[in-house]
Nanobody, 124 residues
Framework: VQLQASGGGLVQPGGSLRLSCDIS??????VGWFRQAPGKEREAVSS????????KYLESVRGRFTISRDKAKNTVYLQMNSLQPEDTAVYYC????????????????????WGQGTLVTVSS
């Protein structure tokens, strides 16, 4: 079982990054991106459901971030545009091994496997 998050880095305000979550070793049903800023609790950013590709977003990133999946590569992406300093955090991808109703897609307790995190720093 492996979730490998990558794509973080340093970017100026207004810039873009694309995070990747490479998944192997199991069948996932929902993949979520979460982030944790220094001194703050981890929060859900976005998630995508395998069956119908339903998505959910944190309100503060809606319209700026887009979650998607590549079925052939078993990879989930988080395209982040118009990044702001408040987006600075360690970003984690996580996955469930069972289906979730849409309202549960951003609830951390439902996620079974977690990747190691990738740091996103937005600064001029």
């Amino acid at each position: 079982v492996q979730l490998q998050a990558s794509g973080g880095g340093l970017v100026q305000p207004g810039g873009s990054l694309r995070l990747s979550c490479d998944i192997s070793g199991f069948t996932w049903y929902t993949v979520g991106w979460f982030r944790q800023a220094p001194g703050k609790e981890r929060e859900a950013v976005s998630s995508i459901r395998r069956g119908d590709s339903s998505t959910k977003y944190l309100e503060s990133v809606r319209g700026r971030f887009t979650i998607s999946r590549d079925k052939a590569k078993n990879t989930v992406y988080l395209q982040m545009n118009s990044l702001q300093p408040e987006d600075t955090a360690v970003y984690y991808c996580a996955a469930t091994t069972r289906g979730l109703i849409k309202s549960s897609m951003i609830e951390m307790q439902h996620y079974d496997y977690w990747g190691q995190g990738t740091l996103v720093t937005v600064s001029s």
